[in-house]
Structures are given as C-alpha cells and as structure tokens.
C-alpha cells in the first residue's frame, strides 16, 4: 500500500517567506505524514490551485501584500463547502481575533519555530482526513 501524501498549498506575495514556511513545515511534519508543496503568490493563483487541485491545507502569509492571507481564508471559505483547512501565519498575536473572525482553523506566528509549526500542520492535516 503507497502512502498518502498530502498537498500544503503555501501562500505569500513574498518567496523567501514561502521558502521559511516550506522549510519549517518540512516534508515530514509527523513520522506519519507526507507532504509536498504547492505555491502561489497571488489571490488568483490561490483560487486557482483551490479550484484545479486536491488542495489538503492552506498555509497563508497573513502579511502579504495586496491581498493577506486572512483574507483569502475569509474569501475561499464564503465561496466553497469544501475549503480546506487554514493556517495563518501572522505577526502580531493581536490579529488572532481577526484570524478567527475568517473562520481560520489555526494560527501560527512569525518568525516560523518548525517543532510548532510542524506540530500544527500535522494536527490539522489528520484532522481534516480523519487520521488519529
């Protein structure tokens, strides 16, 4: 039997912020976990990876620019029943509450510590998969 392996679609406008969340997430969040990553780092191109791909969790840059990612959480969560689960990674803890006013599922803040950020990643992936 292969194993699954999961699609973390990660979002910033920023590429060397995508490269940290990549690298903090890693490959193998939890010895029972597989993923790879997808990228975007535009609105329209979160939509379309949502829309064109099993996307299994959204990592978001809450401090992008123009379009953050608490919003785009906020957006895909209104249009679809079936959004994936969202993470957002923002800078000041002050913003949790707009986090969850988006419905986000977790935040997470800069900078990235890979044990918690891992730790994370993998709680919301079985989550959402129904894996203990």
């Known amino acids: 039997m292969t194993e699954r392996v999961y699609t973390v679609l990660l979002y910033s406008s920023k590429p060397e912020v995508r490269d940290r ?3 903090a997430v890693g490959t193998r969040p939890a010895a029972d976990l597989t993923v790879e990553f997808t990228d975007a780092s535009s609105y329209e191109e979160c939509l379309r990876l949502v829309e064109g791909y099993e996307i299994d969790l959204m990592l978001l840059d809450g401090e992008a620019a123009p379009a ?4 785009i959480a906020r957006q895909i969560k209104d249009d679809r029943e079936d959004a994936p689960p969202t993470c957002v990674v923002i800078a000041r803890a002050a913003d949790r509450w707009l986090a969850a006013s988006a419905e986000v599922d977790a935040t997470l803040m800069h900078p990235l510590d ?19």
Do not use: D
Not at 68 to 71: A, L, V, Y
């Open 114 to 132: 890979p044990v918690t950020t891992g730790t994370q990643v993998a709680e919301l992936l079985r989550r959402h998969a129904g894996v203990s």
């Open 21 to 23: 969340m990549r690298l």
């Open 68 to 71: 953050g990612g608490i919003g």
